[in-house]
């Protein structure tokens, strides 16, 4: 279970880094505003990463850079501005409360789910090889 966990860590963090992106694979910190390459940014977690309930929530995370994410602490309150601006208080405030709750997934939900975001990236892929071309 714990290489599963890591693989879909993974390629959900690819994921959220990606979605994002310009053409030239360009995104923007949700908390201070920087601009870089997604390779080089972190997927930040407003609810803890330790919570699996959200773990994997993709309104939960976002894209940082690695000083706020990393040296910062998460910058809690510009992430919270962000995601308020973004999907308003109410379901701010449910994903507060997803993150005080217990879950466990299953072997193969875990399993769908590294599938589920392999094809997102895959089709993410074909977006950027698209807006390049224009």
């Known amino acids: 279970m714990k290489k599963l966990i890591a693989e879909l860590d993974r390629v959900f963090s690819l994921y959220i880094r990606q979605r994002n992106a310009d053409a030239n694979g360009i995104v ?22 330790h919570n699996q ?3 994997w929530d993709e309104m939960n995370c976002q894209v940082q ?3 706020c994410n990393q ?4 910058m809690p309150y510009e992430f919270e501005d962000y995601l308020v601006e973004k999907y308003g208080r109410d379901e701010v ?11 466990k997934l299953f072997r193969w939900e ?15 892929k074909v977006l950027q090889s698209a807006k390049s071309c224009q």
Request: aromatic letters at 8%; glycine letters at 10%; hydrophobic letters at 25%.
């Open 28 to 49: 923007k910190c949700v908390t201070c505003g920087q601009k870089d390459h997604w390779k080089f940014m972190d997927c930040g977690h407003f609810v803890s990463r």
């Open 53 to 55: 309930s959200t773990r």
């Open 65 to 67: 850079c690695k000083q």
């Open 71 to 74: 040296i910062l602490g998460g």
């Open 93 to 103: 405030e449910c994903l507060k409360a997803r993150g005080h709750s217990t879950s």
């Open 110 to 124: 875990i399993e769908n789910y590294i599938t589920v975001y392999k094809n997102r990236i895959t089709g993410l």
